[in-house]
């Protein structure tokens, strides 16, 4: 019987496509903040507001896995990702995959020491 662990390689291998500045993007990292959404405009201003706030002396990334939202969700966030290019990435596709797969994409395409 298999145990129920899922390797690097399977989250890579599930579908997805980034919205990123590789230029603008520090080569090594500290810490990886993982934000997952889908239909989520009332809210997702106010949570990458919140993450931006923070004070580190350390460089981080936010990486937001959109599942196909429906509404305005991933355009908030590609505005964010343009004026904050050195730090946000997105990470979406057209078609919905599920909140473990898009939870599971995001986490395996992480680049910090620690995740939040």
Partial sequence: MREA???RDEMLAIPASEIIDLRQMPSELL?????IT???EVYIEQTIDGILAQHCDFPIELIIGDDKSQD???????NYQKRYPQIV???TWHE???LNA??????GRARGKYLS
């Fill in 31 to 35: 810490v990886s903040v993982i934000v």
């Fill in 89 to 91: 990435r997105i990470v």
């Fill in 96 to 98: 919905n995959v599920g």
């Fill in 102 to 107: 898009n939870l599971l994409r995001v986490w």
């Fill in 72 to 78: 305005r969700t991933l355009e908030i966030c590609v």
């Fill in 5 to 7: 662990i899922i390797t």
């Fill in 38 to 40: 889908y239909n989520q």
